[in-house]
């Protein structure tokens, strides 16, 4: 008998065919990703007053009103704060989380795991509500603290994941090794553990930093008399002389989101 020696069908790499039209599909979710936002950076230099074509001319009117507009600097100023506060907060928490969870047995572990993911699930404005309610409950007035407690909850999970994919591929025997020297633990977080997550522990405060800066309806709630910046835009959104000023504050801060998080997955790529 002599084998039969199957035959390889080169070019057959793949799943197979369909009958769908998914080129066809991909451009049409292509443009409704970014057209909108092809046409903000556009209006953002236009001379027009309103948003409507044809476009009268290109100028930078519309910045130079921006970082002359004093409200708007200061709910600027505002999300800055905010969102360093929630920053710092939501990491902190995400890498105690992490650590109790990957290197602690206890009862609870996974239920503590659920409830830091939990805010991934919960819509913001229910989450706000229910924030809102209890500030008002326990009395404490509305202001950028409260804010960035919101904040931190909402930022928690990302932290969380972030630091969970780092720290699960770090061998305990480097803890172990550490403390059999004579290190305690808290040394031993500082001296091996710290330095070998530093750029993800930066990575998941950007990411939370972002979180923070650009969300909106958790702000709304929880604002009192200074707001931030997304909740000034929203606001202003009524009044139709402001919105070219309004479009190019949100192409500003499009760039400033986008370069953040090009850094933080330079630094978690680079970590990992």
């Not at 500030?135 to 990302?158: K, M, Q, W």
């Not at 780092?166 to 001296?191: F, Q, V």
């Amino acid at each position: 008998m002599t084998a039969v020696t199957p035959r390889i069908r080169r070019g057959a790499i793949g799943v197979g065919h369909t009958r769908l039209p998914l080129g066809p599909a991909y451009a049409l979710l292509l443009a409704l990703l970014y057209l909108p936002i092809v046409l903000l950076v556009v209006f953002s230099f236009s001379a027009n007053t309103s948003l409507s074509f044809p476009l009268k001319g290109f100028s930078l009117e519309w910045y130079g009103k921006a970082f002359g507009d004093a409200a708007m600097l200061a709910a600027a100023r505002n999300s800055l704060v905010v969102a360093t506060i929630a920053g710092t907060i939501a990491t902190s928490l995400g890498f105690a989380v992490s650590m109790a969870v990957l290197r602690f047995r206890f009862a609870g572990r996974r239920i503590l795991l659920a409830l830091a993911a939990a805010p991934l699930v919960v819509p913001f404005v229910a989450l706000g509500v229910a924030l809102f309610l209890l500030f008002n409950l326990i009395g404490v007035p509305r202001s950028l603290l409260t804010i960035a407690l919101g904040h931190s909850v909402v930022a928690l999970p990302y932290a969380t994941l972030i630091l969970l994919s780092r720290i699960i591929g770090l061998d305990p025997a480097l803890e172990d090794a550490a403390m059999d020297l004579g290190a305690s633990y808290p040394t031993t977080l500082r001296r091996v553990i710290l330095p070998l997550v530093g750029p993800s522990l930066m990575s998941a405060w950007l990411t939370s930093f972002i979180v923070s800066f650009d969300e909106v309806a958790l702000a709304n709630f929880l604002a009192g008399g200074d707001p931030t910046f997304p909740v000034f835009l929203y606001g202003q959104l009524r009044f139709a002389g402001r919105i070219p000023v309004l479009i190019a504050m949100a192409v500003l801060l499009m760039t400033g989101t986008i370069i953040l998080t090009l850094i933080a997955n330079r630094l978690r790529s680079r970590n990992s």
